[in-house]
């Protein structure tokens, strides 16, 4: 009975970590991560839009509704955590290694982002917003910022 249970939590686990780790061929969005001690950098390679955070603001990442958006990120220091608690997600970013993942958001709102892996002296100030807007408003927000940050 024992072996049974185990071998039910395996396939479970595998089963859904593939569902959450699948990456689409053809994502509607591509969004570039940059982490560092203690700011995040978000690049929007076909629009030309960045958005970082300072030491008095977060920046912002805008993202279109019902669209699946496609994340390369990476650490440019130590070990960082793109985490949106509200969606119940984390990836962790490391130094010289780029890691990738797709999200999608259903519903227009704002969502608190931070880093959740201890970096140092102000970790509790790596902080970003995330802004999930309706596609016509994103394509409105993409021109706005083409060329230029966010």
């Known amino acids: 009975m024992l072996v049974a249970i185990i071998v039910f939590l395996v396939y479970e686990t595998f089963s859904i970590e593939n569902r959450t780790d699948a990456i689409a061929k053809a994502?509607?969005?591509?969004?570039?991560?940059s982490a560092g001690q203690w700011n995040w950098r978000f690049s929007y390679p076909a629009y030309g839009a960045t958005s970082q955070s300072s030491p008095r603001s977060p920046a912002v990442l805008v993202v279109p509704t019902d669209t699946v958006v496609s994340f390369t990120g990476s650490s440019r220091d130590?070990?960082?955590?793109f985490y949106v608690p509200g969606r119940r997600f984390k990836r962790d970013l490391f130094p010289r290694r780029n890691t990738t993942f797709d999200l999608l958001w259903s519903e227009p709102g704002r969502f608190k982002g931070e880093c959740a892996e201890y970096c140092g002296w102000?970790?509790?100030h790596m902080d970003f917003v995330v802004q999930a807007l309706p596609p016509d408003q994103f394509r409105a927000w993409a021109a706005a910022h083409r060329g230029g940050g966010a």
């Open 78 to 81: 130590v070990i960082h955590s």
């Open 27 to 33: 994502p509607g969005l591509k969004v570039l991560i």
């Open 122 to 124: 102000l970790h509790a």
